[in-house]
């Protein structure tokens, strides 16, 4: 299985209720093969599963829940596709702290499905929450 550690660091943070997400870079750290980033799409290429680690170090917020759309026309929410979210938000926890666990079974019958995302993120300081935005796509190479 594939382990990818990507790095969310915030440039601006925006509260829900406004037009826009939240702007953030995403980056694979260290690379790895069969994980790419581009424009903001985690691009997900091979036939095996994939376990993506999203690690803010910025500690002034938080993970607090991801939710998925699938791009074709039928209802999908991803949930067989990514069956399994852990969130760790204390040192107390196994993985990195304040992280986003999400494991991508990268099933046959999803490739070349795009997922649209959202994580929700919390501001320790004030309890506001905003979304991140990107994209997953499963590229069947």
Same mark, same amino acid.
């Given at each position: 299985?594939i382990t990818?550690?990507?790095?969310?660091?915030?440039? #601006?943070? *925006?509260p829900? /209720? /406004?037009i826009?997400?939240i702007?953030?870079?995403?980056?694979? *750290?260290?690379?790895i093969?069969?994980?790419?980033?581009?424009?903001?799409?985690?691009?997900?290429?091979?036939?095996?599963?994939?376990?993506?680690?999203?690690?803010?170090?910025?500690?002034?917020? &938080?993970?607090? /829940?991801?939710a998925?759309?699938?791009?074709t026309?039928?209802s999908d &929410?991803?949930?067989?596709?990514?069956? *399994?979210?852990?969130?760790?938000?204390?040192?107390?926890?196994?993985?990195?702290?304040?992280?986003? !666990?999400?494991?991508?079974a990268? *099933?046959?019958?999803?490739? /070349?499905?795009?997922?649209?995302? !959202?994580?929700? &993120? #919390?501001?320790r300081?004030?309890?506001?929450?905003? %979304?991140v935005d990107? &994209?997953?796509?499963?590229?069947? %190479?």
């Open positions: 299985m990818a550690h990507i790095v969310v660091t915030i440039t #601006q943070f *925006r829900l /209720g /406004g826009f997400p702007s953030t870079t995403l980056e694979a *750290r260290p690379p093969p069969g994980v790419s980033i581009s424009n903001g799409t985690i691009i997900v290429k091979g036939k095996e599963p994939v376990t993506l680690i999203f690690h803010m170090p910025d500690l002034a917020f &938080v993970f607090i /829940g991801v998925f759309d699938a791009d026309p039928d &929410v991803g949930a067989d596709e990514f069956p *399994r979210v852990t969130i760790n938000r204390s040192a107390n926890h196994h993985g990195p702290t304040n992280s986003l !666990v999400v494991h991508d990268n *099933r046959p019958e999803d490739a /070349g499905k795009s997922y649209s995302y !959202v994580i929700l &993120v #919390q501001r300081a004030t309890s506001e929450i905003g %979304i990107p &994209v997953i796509k499963n590229d069947d %190479i």
